[in-house]
C-alpha cells in the first residue's frame, strides 16, 4: 500500500501518516494480563485499523521508499512519575505510553532519479 502511495505523491510529495502503536502500555497489559484482543470503536484496537505497528516497525514500512523528515510521539511528552522513570530508564520506557506516532516523510530520489549535469 505505502508503493502504491508513492507513485501518487510526485518527486517533491510528502507523506503524513498516523499510526497507532501497539506497543503502548494499556494494550500490552490488556492483551498480556487479561487475555483480551478486542476491537473497539475508536483507539488502538480501532476496528478501522487493518495492521498494527510499534516504532521500529513503522520505520521499518518507510525506509526504502521514503525519506524520514520528522516522527512525533502523541501524547508528545511523558509528566510526572512518567517522566521521571522515562529518564531513569535513558528513555527505553517512552515507546510504551506512545498512543500513536504522526511521520513526515517525503519521496526518496533514488540517483536513476536525479538528472546527469556535467
Not at 511528552?77 to 517525503?106: C, D, H, P, S
Request: aromatic residues 12%; positive net charge; hydrophobic residues 45%.
Amino acid at each position: 500500500a505505502i508503493r502504491k502511495i508513492k507513485r501518487y505523491l510526485g518527486k517533491e510529495g510528502i507523506l503524513i501518516a498516523s499510526i497507532p502503536n501497539i506497543r503502548e502500555f494499556k494494550t500490552i497489559c490488556t492483551l498480556f494480563f487479561k487475555g483480551d484482543f478486542r476491537y473497539a470503536e475508536a483507539g488502538i484496537l480501532d476496528r478501522t485499523h487493518l495492521r498494527f505497528f510499534c516504532r521500529k516497525n513503522m520505520v521499518e514500512l518507510f525506509v526504502n521508499d521514503f525519506e524520514i523528515m520528522e516522527i512525533k510521539s502523541v501524547p508528545e511528552l511523558l509528566k510526572g512519575e512518567m517522566a521521571w522513570l522515562n529518564k531513569l530508564t535513558l528513555r527505553k520506557f517512552e515507546e510504551f505510553f506512545v498512543i500513536q506516532y504522526i511521520i513526515v516523510a517525503r519521496n526518496k530520489v533514488l540517483p536513476a532519479q536525479t538528472s546527469q549535469r556535467g
